[in-house]
């Protein structure tokens, strides 16, 4: 009995060491050592696995995401290039993995290549305390259940490197095409074979009838929406599941991109039988694509800047951004943060950016910001003065406004219109007075918007709040009509 109590407290001491070594080891160690072995021995052992097709995703509350933390993704890579040399098991193929190997051949448009039997899920949470707990779990997609036995786990803190991949959130590129993660403009030729995949497979899928169209006959420079339907009909040539004839086709194939939101894009490739009371319906695939060509990259003082239209009777001739060239102009050139000593205001110069106004008489000027999803605030000094910060722009001279660091990533802005309620971008404003008590009852009112100054965002004026702040300044840009004017810009990347 005493035996078997000494073995008792042998065995629970060291199930403890083997629990506090999982705990102290870091992530990485705890990937290589741990958690690749015994994904790959339950996937290659498990009878249930057998002849089954995997797919590796993020997950978040039991669901796979489209996109994730840049850490959560790149552990996802490991696992799935792990696990694509395991015999017996198949792992789906994803638009982010190179080769597509889907339209070479009608024997080789297996329309089952991305359909899954099972999700291998990564799942990435933050404790209250800032520690990282990592689960990885095997869902049965048919049975919508949990594997059973299959469960892996790790909590502990990350480097600083992986903190900045945590805090990095990004599209995931496996799920390209998808609304949250759209194909680039320069991977045309990816998107055209993932839409002629699609359609090829919408195509066999029917029993109608054959679908016969007529050679595109696109060549050379053309616009980029034909260009996509000759790559895909390039594609879709190598199988049998679409037919090339002049003679006898018997459909079109057409493209159409439809705008959704800033230079995001729903690609539509579309077959339409020409005899609209056939048997043969309309076949289609689409994806999403960002077309950033309204977009306009901030220029580099002294370089030209892009110029704005004149608004009718107006005073502005012209609102971007412009990046500015030395960290020296980001500090001393008109900025209004300017203190070295602050560190929210210690520019690069890879990333310094200004607002620039231009004006075609002597004008104040106040600069406002619409930040994405926490409202309109006025911008001010560095030291946060309680007075609106107003500024003359002087005839035909350039007045440049230095944003905080941080508070642009690429620079990149399109003209806008009009005031919004919630606005799709951060946006930014200028109002423009050439009249001393125009300006002073524009100041007042914009006093009233809370004030923004460091890179960090700040609560503003929103909702109900935001309206009536609006109609209050329709009814003094009304009353002062001759001597008010003002512009807006959107921009991306803006965190």
Not at 374 to 387: I, K, P
Request: proline share 3%; net charge negative; glycine share 6%.
């Amino acid at each position: 009995m005493k035996q078997f109590a000494v073995s008792f407290i042998c065995l629970a001491a060291l199930i403890n060491d083997v629990q506090a070594g999982s705990r102290d080891v870091d992530l990485d160690t705890w990937v290589n050592r741990d958690l690749k072995p015994y994904v790959r021995q339950q996937i290659s052992s498990l009878p249930r696995f057998r002849n089954e097709s995997l797919r590796f995703v993020v997950m978040l509350d039991d669901s796979p995401q489209s996109e994730g933390s840049a850490l959560a993704i790149e552990l996802r890579d490991s696992l799935r290039d792990m696990a694509s040399d395991i015999t017996g098991i198949r792992v789906v193929w994803q638009a982010d993995q190179p080769g597509t190997g889907l339209i070479a051949g009608h024997a080789n448009l297996d329309c089952t290549k991305n359909e899954a039997d099972y999700f291998i899920g990564v799942e990435l949470r933050e404790t209250a305390g800032g520690q990282i707990n990592i689960t990885v779990r095997a869902l049965d997609i048919e049975e919508r259940t949990w594997v059973a036995g299959f469960n892996r786990s790790w909590q502990g803190s990350i480097s600083s490197h992986q903190r900045r991949q945590l805090n990095q959130f990004i599209s995931d590129p496996s799920f390209r095409g998808e609304r949250n993660s759209p194909w680039d403009d320069s991977e045309t030729d990816l998107m055209a074979a993932h839409l002629a995949y699609e359609l090829g497979c919408n195509l066999l899928g029917q029993t109608a009838g054959e679908y016969i169209v007529a050679d595109t006959g696109i060549s050379g420079d053309v616009d980029p929406t034909k260009a996509l339907v000759e790559l895909v009909s390039n594609n879709l040539a190598g199988s049998r599941a679409l037919q090339f004839s002049a003679e006898s086709a018997n459909a079109v194939i057409e493209g159409k991109a439809h705008h959704i939101d800033d230079d995001l894009f729903q690609y539509w490739v579309t077959i339409s039988p020409t005899n609209g009371g056939g048997e043969l319906a309309t076949l289609s695939a689409d994806a999403y694509v960002r077309i950033p060509d309204k977009y306009k990259a901030a220029s580099l003082v002294p370089e030209a800047i892009y110029a704005l239209p004149v608004n009718d009777n107006g005073v502005l001739t012209s609102f971007g951004v412009v990046r500015l060239r030395e960290q020296q102009r980001c500090i001393s050139n008109n900025s209004v943060f300017s203190s070295a000593a602050n560190s929210n205001f210690r520019y690069g110069a890879a990333n310094c950016f200004a607002l620039q106004v231009r004006a075609e008489e002597n004008a104040v000027v106040f600069f406002l910001n619409h930040q994405l999803n926490y409202g309109l605030v006025r911008l001010a000094n560095e030291d946060c003065t309680r007075q609106s910060q107003a500024r003359v722009a002087r005839n035909g001279e350039n007045l440049r406004f230095p944003l905080p660091l941080e508070s642009l990533q690429s620079g990149e802005w399109s003209s806008a219109t009009d005031w919004s309620l919630n606005p799709s971008r951060d946006t930014y404003y200028v109002i423009a007075s050439t009249d001393t008590k125009a300006a002073r009852a524009i100041s007042r009112h914009i006093g009233k918007l809370p004030k923004r100054c460091s890179a960090s965002v700040r609560a503003g004026l929103e909702g109900k709040a935001l309206r009536t702040w609006l109609e209050e300044l329709d009814a003094i840009a009304k009353h002062w009509e001759s001597a008010i004017d003002w512009q807006s810009i959107r921009v991306k990347d803006v965190y």
